[in-house]
């Protein structure tokens, strides 16, 4: 290994003294599924796959692993969607997986904050939240396997972020080990610190590049005591922009999610899942999946109506938006069995596209008032190239995921996707939007960066991850286009 005399072997060896024998997996059996990303789009090799089970021997980890000229490849829950976390390049490479380090540490019920390990299945979180009647918000289709750690180092979003903010915004504070093995500890969980620059918010959204999340400090947030839930049919998409507004007016902001979808997406998720069926009948060309919440106890009071406070105000708001022509259609979720169908159908999308056949997605976000703009014309340049487009998306965000796949699906291969991918691009450009919302750059994104991220930002950002990460051990290959080491 790279000038210090070591073999493979003694490498392993090493790692196994310091997180246990049955700790580091170097079978092909048992690393495999750790080499490949969800989508099965990357796959990498790596000398071992460790798996500490404390911040001390995270620490020990990458102190021998800087050492040794080993890069180290942090990973969770292996959802994300960049290929961040797989090992890129011939540099031997250690898998770094926190999925041991899965406690919550500590409950804080005055601060409504809770401590949770890396390793901490967003989900469990969700859950231990909800036990204490309170509500960790961050939510998406992956939430059953992703990780705090993973979450935090992508800085994920979701549906709820137009109430909530994204991950970074639900972080307090983070215990990180840094590429030279020591350990910052920002668990105080103060709500005001400003104490110099904020590492914290280095660290989220550097998709392992400039530290190891080993735990970190989270906000909760009082629980909905009322939720409803609709499926809207919008005359626009600018219409359901301009219903997004007067919701929240009408509602006292009570929108937690507002959710885009297109009817061939819709079709498709029917087409290739069983047991999920669309909502609304008809062919729906702008889809909103709305969700209001109050945790106000007077919303969930019954009025003279029957219905409480919370849906009379939704009733109200939708009989308005119809009159207006903005709304078409609605159906309003009767139990939360109904509410768990509706999300059930929007959680799917990945699974369904994948299901569908090859597809490229682009996760973008825009001005609002940029977005039914690009939808449009991007529509044109999908049709005019061969595509069909399947959409769906954070609305409320302007963050969309829209997805080109074949007519036919047999077509795929002759399509001209580069240059689909180019016009899009420009189109983003023209529009004052971004390449990468909430899925981050990975390698996937790695030469958009090169070639489109402000030349300004990108050496600010290559000084920074030099100064923290001078040799490049951590996840080489990703979000900083630098030169290989
Ligand atoms: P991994 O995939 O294991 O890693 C992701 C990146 O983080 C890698 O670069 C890795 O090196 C780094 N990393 C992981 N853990 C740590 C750590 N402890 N310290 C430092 N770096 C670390 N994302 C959204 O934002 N919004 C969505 O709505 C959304 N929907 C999804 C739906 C589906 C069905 C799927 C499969 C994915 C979706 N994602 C979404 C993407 C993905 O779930 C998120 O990016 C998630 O935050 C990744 O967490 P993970 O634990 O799986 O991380």
Known sequence: MKGTGLTEENA??????????????????????????????????????????????????????????????????????SGGGVPV?????????????????????????????????????????????????????????????????????????LRYGNTRDLCLGIEAVMADGSIINGLSGLRKDNTGYDLKDLLIGSEGTLGIITAAVLKLFPRPSTRETAFLSMASLDGALQALNVIQDRTGNSVEAFEYITQPLVDVICNTLPGIRAPLAGNVSTAVLLELGSSRSSDAEINGTGANRLRTALLDTLEALIEAGIVEDAVIAQSERERAEFWHLRESVLEALMANGPFYFFDISLPLANVAAFVGEMDSIAAK?????LIVGHLGDGNLHYALT??????????????????????LQRLDGSFSAEHGIGQE???????????????????????????GILNPGKVVPIDPR
Request: with cysteine; glycine share 10%; charged share 20%.
């Open 12 to 81: 392993v060896d090493r790692l196994r003294e310091i997180v246990g024998e049955s700790h580091v997996f170097t079978d092909p059996a048992a690393t495999a599924a750790y080499l490949t990303d969800w989508m099965g789009d990357y796959s990498g090799d790596a000398l071992a796959v460790v798996r500490p089970g404390n911040t001390r021997e995270v620490s020990a980890v990458v102190e021998y692993c800087g050492a040794s000229g080993i890069a180290i490849v942090p990973q969770g829950g292996r959802t994300g969607l």
């Open 89 to 161: 390049g011939a540099s031997p490479s250690v898998v770094v997986s926190l999925a041991r380090m899965d406690a919550i540490r500590k409950f804080d019920d005055a601060g409504r904050t809770i401590i949770a390990e890396a390793g901490v299945i967003l989900e469990v979180l969700q859950d231990q939240a909800a036990q204490r009647n309170l509500l960790f918000p961050l939510s998406f289709g992956a939430k059953g396997s992703c990780t705090i750690g993973g979450n935090l180092a992508t800085n994920a979003g979701g549906s709820n972020v």
């Open 385 to 389: 190239l061969g595509f069909q487009p």
């Open 406 to 427: 074949s007519n036919d699906g047999e077509r795929w291969q002759g399509l001209p996707l580069e240059l689909a991918k180019q016009e899009a691009l420009a189109l």
């Open 445 to 471: 994104k790695l030469e958009l960066m090169r070639r489109h991220k402000d030349p300004a930002q990108l050496s600010a950002m290559a000084a920074i991850k030099q100064a923290l990460d001078p040799a």
